[in-house]
T-cell receptor
Framework: EAQVTQNPRYLITVTGKKLTVTCSQN?????MSWYRQDPGLGLRQIYYSMNVEVTDKGDVPEGYKVSRKEKRNFPLILESPSPNQTSLYFC???????????FGQGTRLTVV | AQKVTQAQTEISVVEKEDVTLDCVYE???????LFWYKQPPSGELVFLIR??????QNEISGRYSWNFQKSTSSFNFTITASQVVDSAVYFCALSETSNTGKLIFGQGTTLQVKP
């Protein structure tokens, strides 16, 4: 089954404690992105990757890091989380930049 | 700048009513793509439709239909004979042609269908 898998689904952490949200896709897609969803703002792109070792900033990259060492994986790293990073996060992949994006189940992160 | 506006924050209807969700977009590109996604209460994002800027034909899929009008930069979504299972947040999105895979989302419209 074609899917994008994120882990964990829920995470509560404390300010400053480094965390990683994993994302994996099994569709051999080149494009992968991370978005955060906040009430009234829709989804906003954090980082994207067009292929292995190719990543770039989206609209709200501050406080986040990503890596793309393998085509299927695109982890999101918060080196020092802060409460304003409390949000719902989605990983997405697509075959090309303009085709349908497949989304993971979402990760609800709370930073206290 | 590219932008998507969904002016309706929340809509509440009674089952079997028809409902239209509005989407207005801004872009300077001549080639672009528009999408609708559904987010049910369980939280996942479900793809509904993709439309390219050269295809202005309306689309119908069961109870769902989409009206794309370049003249008014709108891509509206109509649900006919709504059902309780249609209750969800609906997002309209625009794809940049810079080929970064980036989707620009509207704020979302929460649809509540009451029995």
């Amino acid at each position: 089954e074609a899917q994008v898998t994120q882990n964990p689904r829920y995470l509560i952490t404390v300010t400053g404690k480094k965390l990683t949200v994993t994302c994996s896709q099994n569709m051999n897609h080149e494009y992968m992105s991370w978005y955060r969803q906040d009430p009234g703002l829709g989804l906003r792109q954090i980082y994207y990757s067009m292929n292995v070792e190719v990543t770039d900033k989206g609209d709200v990259p501050e406080g986040y890091k990503v890596s793309r060492k393998e085509k299927r994986n695109f982890p999101l790293i918060l080196e020092s989380p802060s409460p304003n990073q409390t949000s719902l996060y989605f990983c997405a992949s697509s075959d090309r930049g303009i085709t349908e994006a497949f989304f993971g189940q979402g990760t609800r992160l709370t930073v206290v | 700048a590219q932008k998507v506006t969904q002016a309706q924050t929340e809509i509440s209807v009674v089952e079997k009513e028809d409902v239209t969700l509005d989407c207005v977009y801004e872009t300077r590109d001549t080639t672009y793509y528009l999408f609708w996604y559904k987010q049910p209460p369980s939280g996942e994002l479900v793809f509904l439709i993709r439309r390219n800027s050269f295809d202005e034909q309306n689309e119908i899929s069961g109870r769902y239909s989409w009206n794309f009008q370049k003249s008014t930069s709108s891509f509206n979504f109509t649900i006919t004979a709504s059902q309780v299972v249609d209750s969800a947040v609906y997002f309209c999105a625009l794809s940049e042609t810079s080929n970064t895979g980036k989707l620009i989302f509207g704020q979302g419209t929460t649809l509540q269908v009451k029995p």
